[in-house]
């Protein structure tokens, strides 16, 4: 008799526990979610897993898009900026001929040349986009200053050489002034790429570095050397 009893005591057990229907309110609230979770129709869980890894799918796939679009806004800032320093290189490699060309005949003037020269060798040892900007800065009005007092120089207004380095630092500017606005622009739209949401999310999951820009002063920038050498008057 007692072995009947258990084993009809355990299908009757078993008979209740799958129940899909049966109440679980006499158990703890986290058995009992599971309890629930664990007799949901099989249709109702594959629609809960398949809408899960959509979500999933289309969060990784935004994040990889716009990882890959702050790397391209990154390449082409530094692609930017190296169209800057290959006309910056250029505009130092002229100012030596030039104050070789003009130092013979402006001996009273040294000082200026002095200024130009040391102007020149600390803008070849800047360190960083804004740093190069500062720098340069001082040597657009130290070219200034130059150009301004070759005009009290009639023998150095009609010499060649000078003329021709003139109009070769102006078109160097113009290049520069050209690339410094196509860098800033694109640097700008990185900056703000990484930091709008969501953007910024995986800008500092990756480290995104904001890119600094390329700023010239007013008074450098009206300072740039355009001076009339004609002996035309």
Known sequence: MAILHNTYARHNFAGVAHQPHRSCHSFSPPICALYSFYHLPQRTTSVFTFLFLGVVVLLVGWAIAKYNSLITLRNQTANGWKQIDVQLKRRHDLIP????????????EQDTLEKVIQARNAATTATGVADAAAKENVLTGALSKLFALVENYPNLKSNENVKQLQEELTSTENKISFSRQFYNDIATRFNIAQQTFPGNLIAGMFKFVTAELFEISDAAERAVPTVDLNLKR
Do not use: R, S
């Open 97 to 108: 001929n030039l104050i070789n060309t003009v130092k013979g005949q402006m001996q009273f």
